[in-house]
C-alpha cells in the first residue's frame, strides 16, 4: 500500500522560510521513476499545484511561487522536499505531497493524482 507522509508545516511570520518533506513507502511504485509533486488548499478553493518534477528532474511550478520555492527529490530516500522561502500571507494554506502526477501541461490538474499525503498545514502572518 502506498504511503505518502508529509512533514515541516507550521506558522512562519511574511517573509519567512519552510522546507516541507515528503517521505513515501510502499513497493507498488518504484517512486524514482515518477513524477512527484506539491500542491495547496485552502478552505472553499480547489486544490492547485504548486510544484512538480519529474523523474530526469525537470521542473514545473506555478507562476505565484515562481523564484520563491524550490522543489528537489532523493531518490534514494523516497523523499521529495519543497524549499519554501519569501513566504506571504497569500501562501497559507494546506499542502499536499502527491505521487505519480502526469508530466506535462496536465501537472497541476489534483484529479490526475493518483496517491495523497495526508496534508501539513503552512501558516503565514503578515
Known amino acids: 500500500q502506498v504511503r505518502l507522509v508529509e512533514s515541516g508545516g507550521g506558522s512562519v511570520q511574511s517573509g519567512g522560510s519552510l522546507v516541507l518533506s515528503c517521505a513515501a513507502s510502499?513497493?507498488?511504485?518504484?517512486?524514482?521513476?515518477?513524477?512527484m509533486a506539491w500542491f495547496r488548499q485552502v478552505p472553499g478553493k480547489e486544490r492547485e499545484g504548486v510544484a512538480a518534477?519529474?523523474?530526469?528532474?525537470?521542473?514545473v511550478y506555478t507562476d505565484s511561487v515562481k523564484g520563491r520555492f524550490a522543489i528537489s527529490r532523493d531518490n534514494a530516500q523516497n523523499k521529495w522536499y519543497l524549499q519554501m522561502n519569501n513566504l506571504k500571507p497569500q501562501d497559507t494554506a494546506t499542502y499536499y505531497c502527491?505521487?505519480?502526477?502526469?508530466?506535462?501541461?496536465?501537472?497541476?490538474?489534483?484529479?490526475?493524482?493518483?496517491?495523497w499525503g495526508q496534508g501539513t498545514q503552512v501558516t503565514v502572518s503578515s
Open positions: 502527491a505521487a505519480d502526477c502526469v508530466w506535462g501541461d496536465s501537472w497541476y490538474v489534483a484529479q490526475t493524482i493518483n496517491y
Open positions: 510502499g513497493s507498488e511504485l518504484m517512486y524514482s521513476t515518477y513524477c
Open positions: 518534477i519529474d523523474f530526469d528532474n525537470d521542473i
